[in-house]
């Protein structure tokens, strides 16, 4: 409940609406897009899993589009500090996540920075947003590794020879540097 509570707080175009909350064991967590219901898993909650269900309370209205990947990229943006853990169905690459599968602040502050850009790119018109996305935190993760030093596990699916893509227009410290303020996306 303490999570649900602490989410909740960043969407206040729930305000004023009574969102049913139930139980389920088959995800984590399950909500119909627009509708006033969620269900949550109560061994898998995360913030990021929450905010997500979330979000799907609010496809089709607000100007947020239906679909998982797009609910995903929303949630992440929403605020850094729902992102605790990595997306269902975008691609974050391992080196923004621990070995628990958690995000730390940083590489929560840099998911949401280019989430934000990333939406901010469909206001413009860009259809593809989600793929900006997913592309740009590619670009950025062997800047990433070499700040956070990522374990060996994580090097070893690479095929031999694979070089990095170059790094991309949107610096690392530019992301570093994303508006920590309580404005939400």
């Known amino acids: 409940m303490e999570k649900l509570h602490y989410v909740r707080r960043f969407f206040p175009e729930l305000d004023g609406r009574t969102i049913r909350v139930g139980l389920t064991r088959t995800a984590a967590g399950l909500a119909v897009p627009g509708g006033c219901e969620l269900w949550v898993n109560p061994s898998q909650t995360t913030h990021h899993s929450l905010a997500h269900e979330f979000i799907h309370l609010l496809q089709g209205r607000n100007d947020i589009p239906k ?45 949401c920075a280019v ?3 990333a939406l901010d790119m469909r206001k413009e018109g860009v259809r593809n947003y989600i793929a900006y996305f997913e592309k740009t935190l590619e670009s950025l993760r062997p800047a990433r590794e070499r700040v956070s030093g990522a374990l060996p596990e994580r090097r070893r699916g690479r095929r031999a020879g694979r070089t990095d893509p170059p790094a991309s227009a949107l610096q690392m410290d530019e992301l570093l540097a994303a508006p920590d303020a309580d404005s939400f996306y």
């Open 115 to 117: 989430a934000r850009r």
């Open 67 to 111: 679909g998982e990947k797009s609910c995903d990229v929303f949630a992440l943006a929403r605020h850094w500090t729902l992102n605790d853990s990595p997306p269902f169905y975008v691609r974050v690459p391992a080196e923004f996540q621990t070995t628990g599968a958690e995000m730390e602040p940083e590489s929560a502050r840099i998911v």
